[in-house]
């Protein structure tokens, strides 16, 4: 070890990647990541390096709707987006407000922040005039 900035660190994180969550170590010298300790598979030590250098999440939740049966529609993000944007992302989605009808999958908000990301529909909303969404009067 040579100096300070060379100093060797362990964070520990606990495994999402895989059903067993597994405790794992991630033991870094400066910048580097030298090992990775604790994984049972392959995407422990995938996870590790990811959350070590680069965090990311899926951010799930409601956006307004106007017109349809509900007043929130459930989305979702096509892929993990920063861990350090997520709350910003939560708050340009619930400033969103769309209009139904809206289809699952149906991209409500594009490039998310300019991450790349697009939000998507986690449902089908019908608009609320829709006869198929009314119950049977007989």
Not at 40 to 58: N, S, T, V
Not at 60 to 78: C, D, F, K, M, S
Request: aromatic share 2%; with cysteine; net charge neutral.
């Amino acid at each position: 070890m040579t100096g300070v900035g060379n100093r060797r660190r362990v964070t520990d994180y606990l495994c999402i990647g895989c059903p067993l969550g597994c405790r794992l170590e991630v033991e870094t010298e400066g910048d580097d990541i030298v090992e990775v300790r604790g994984n049972q598979c392959r995407k422990g030590e995938k996870f590790a390096r990811q959350e070590h250098l680069d965090p990311k999440r899926m951010v799930a939740t409601t956006v307004a709707i106007a017109g349809a049966t509900i007043t929130r529609l459930p989305v979702h993000t096509a892929e993990p987006v920063p861990k350090d944007l997520v709350r910003t992302v939560c708050d340009a989605l619930h400033r969103l407000v769309l209009e139904a009808p809206v289809a699952m999958g149906q991209v409500v908000l594009a490039d998310v922040l300019g991450t790349g990301v697009d939000v998507v529909a986690s449902r089908t909303l019908a608009r609320s005039d829709d006869k198929r969404l009314l119950p049977d009067a007989g």
